[in-house]
């Protein structure tokens, strides 16, 4: 697998257009979680159509094709009931339960939805927006102002000291848990001027030979992470005490908690690892 297809999906997905009529999958969602039937010990992602099952959407909406079936979201209401052995779920918590494709496609219909309702009305005069024809969109029917489902890009950085390791600690992790940094990209930046700046504001680190890695969508909500590895160049290790809590240097044979496998920063992580084994 190359370096590129870590999280790519098996087939070709055709976002937007117009359903062709073909068999259809849908992702329907009660919130923001998803709903999934669990029968013999397995979790089954639901993917029929909301109708049969008894449950009123609030939302449904085309979002592409995916191995010759149209892909669909819907929402139904936070306090809709739902049959017995079924049940809506974090996404989160389906990685590795459920098939990696389905996983996916599941995000980029929770991206859809984050979207639809991040949306409603036009930005630029307040006019409420309709569904774009032809284009996974949304348009003013006042102005004719244009939405596409927002994305969020962010880079996801390991930084290397030779046989050490670059982990830090949000507050907001669980207990003992550490990972690679990461920030958003701000305007006018390039991707590596984020690497840089982002790891100089967080820990008072510089770093060098910045080289991309891989990128993952990360719909929580609408992120899109762009994983890069970096090598130590210089600096005294110093926490900015608000994004970051801890951080330290690690060695491949005393890592902490690491992040589960879900993520692009274990991807870094182990890449990290499995370099340290080749080297011996």
Known sequence: MSKQEHFSLKQRFRPGGKPVGRSAMWFIFRGDRLLIETAQQQTVIVTLPPGPRGLRPLFTRFFGSYAGSDCFVAEIEATEELAAGMAAINLRKLFGLVDDDLFTLAGRALQILHWHHEHRFCGRCGTATIGHETELAKSCTACHQVYYPR??????????????????????????????????????????????????????????????????????????????????????????????????????????????????????????????????
């Open 151 to 280: 994305l969020s890009p962010a880079v996801i950085m390991s930084v290397i000291d030779n046989r050490r390791i670059l982990l830090a600690r949000s507050p907001r992790y669980p207990q003992g848990m550490y990972s690679t940094l990461a920030g958003f990209v701000e305007p006018g930046e390039t991707l590596e001027e984020a690497v840089r700046r982002e790891v100089r504001e967080e820990t008072n680190i510089l770093v060098k030979n910045v080289e991309y890695v891989a990128s993952q969508p990360w719909p929580f909500p609408h992120s899109l992470m762009i994983g890069f590895t970096a090598v130590y160049a210089g600096g005294e290790l110093l926490v900015d005490g608000e994004e970051i809590e801890e951080a330290a240097w690690f060695s491949a044979d005393a890592l902490p908690l690491l992040p589960s496998k879900i993520s692009i920063s274990r991807l870094l992580i182990d890449r990290f690892i499995a370099g340290q084994s080749s080297t011996g």
